[in-house]
Every structure is written in structure tokens, then in C-alpha cells.
């Protein structure tokens, strides 16, 4: 079983939709857990961060983490057509030696105008 | 303040050939990460440099190697190229102490043919 899994989609929505992405990990170690945005042909920048479960909203983006149940979600609300990239969820563990990211492999999103 | 920035591009090698991957992190950030994106496999963790050590590497062969310089820029080093190690490589930056965020570069496209 892979650490973190992620239904690679392709994921197509209307403009103004609200899209859910989800992950589920199997690793109990982890303890940070990140969304990232990767444009085609570009590097994946950073959207969100959440340490241990709860929910964390930044503007039209919500993170959300459930520890009991190992499972992570993006909420995009009022989804709009630049919205459209591939969104990868990564996690990472505590100590010194868990500072490289585990990657999910991505869920490619389209939003339609 | 310049991004992360990677060189080349994107280059084509042949099956045994080496290649060479340079990274320059952010001005200030003293660990550098180096992941592979394969087609269909998500990005995969390959190496940790921080202050000029290895500090961990990911399940991949003693075929990758690479360095960290004292200006904390780091170089992927790849011998005898195999068909499977056409990917996109992506480098990022880390701050130090307990910094979580990885800033990524645009990434080095490698065809092996």
C-alpha cells in the first residue's frame, strides 16, 4: 500500500463549483500535512499547511484533516477557470529525519468557464 | 527575492549516459531537497542536502548521487541512464531549524531514449 493515496481524477467541474480533493494516508508518523498547486510545466507551490487534525481556511480554500481516520481534504469554493492545475497532497513526519515531503499523486483539475 | 531556479531546462540524454541537475535555492535557505515526478508515480522523494551533508535519501539507487557547495546550491548527479529515469526533477529549498515549507523550482525535464 502506498503511504499516502489520491484519486489521480481527471477532475472537471463548472466555474463557481465547489470542489472537494481528498487523500487518505496509512502512516500514523505523519503529522503535517500540506496541498500543493502545480501548473503544468511548473513546480508545485505551497497553498495550505495543517499541523495535526482540525480545519484551516484561507480565502476561498479550506484544509481539512481527520487523524482518526487518516483522511485529508481541499474544499475550493467559488472554483474559478485559473483554478484549473493538478493539486498533490504531501506529508511529512516530526523529528529531524522526516523533513522530506511524501507526495500523493496528484488530482488533475479542470474548471470549465 | 529570485525564486528557485534550476538548470537546464529540460535535455535528452541516451541509456548510459550521465547527467548533471543544478539547483539554486533561495537566497537564505540551507536545505535543499531533490524529488523525482515520473509519469503516472507523483513525485518521489530521491535526496536531502542540508548545510553541505547528506542528511537522507529516498529508495532510489547509489546511481544518484549529488552535492551540496558551501553557497548551499546543490547538483543531482545521475550515472548509466536507464529508460526509466525520464522524469521531471524537482529541486526545493528549505529553511532551517523547523521550517516546514519547501519552495520548489520550475523543474528539469530529462528524456532518456
Known amino acids: 500500500q502506498k503511504e499516502v493515496e489520491q484519486d489521480p481524477g481527471p477532475l472537471s467541474v463548472p466555474e463557481g463549483a465547489i470542489v472537494s480533493l481528498n487523500c487518505t494516508y496509512s502512516?500514523?508518523?505523519?503529522?503535517?500535512f500540506m496541498w500543493y498547486r502545480q501548473y503544468s510545466r511548473k513546480g508545485p507551490e505551497l497553498l495550505m499547511y495543517t499541523y495535526s487534525s482540525g480545519n484551516k481556511e484561507d480565502g476561498r480554500f479550506t484544509a481539512q484533516v481527520d487523524k482518526s481516520s487518516k483522511y485529508i481534504s481541499l474544499f475550493i469554493r467559488d472554483s474559478q477557470p485559473s483554478d484549473s492545475a493538478t493539486y498533490l497532497c504531501?506529508?511529512?513526519?516530526?523529528?529531524?529525519?522526516?523533513?522530506?515531503?511524501?507526495f500523493g499523486k496528484g488530482t488533475k483539475l479542470s474548471v470549465i468557464p | 527575492e529570485a525564486g528557485v531556479t534550476q538548470s537546464p531546462t529540460h535535455l535528452i540524454k541516451t541509456r548510459g549516459q550521465q547527467v548533471t541537475l543544478r539547483c539554486s535555492p533561495i537566497?537564505?535557505?540551507?536545505?535543499v531537497y531533490w524529488y523525482q515526478q515520473a509519469l503516472g508515480l507523483g513525485l518521489q522523494f530521491l535526496l536531502w542536502y542540508d548545510e553541505g551533508e547528506e542528511r537522507n535519501r529516498g529508495n532510489f539507487p547509489p546511481r544518484f548521487s549529488g552535492r551540496q557547495f558551501p553557497n548551499y546550491s546543490s547538483e543531482l548527479n545521475v550515472n548509466a541512464l536507464e529508460l526509466e529515469d525520464s522524469a521531471l526533477y524537482l529541486c526545493a529549498g528549505r529553511a532551517g531549524g523547523r521550517t516546514y515549507e519547501q519552495y520548489f523550482g520550475p523543474g528539469t525535464r530529462l528524456t532518456v531514449t
Open positions: 504531501a506529508t511529512r513526519g516530526v523529528g529531524a529525519g522526516s523533513y522530506q515531503l511524501t
Open positions: 537566497s537564505g535557505h540551507t536545505s
Open positions: 502512516n500514523s508518523a505523519f503529522q503535517y
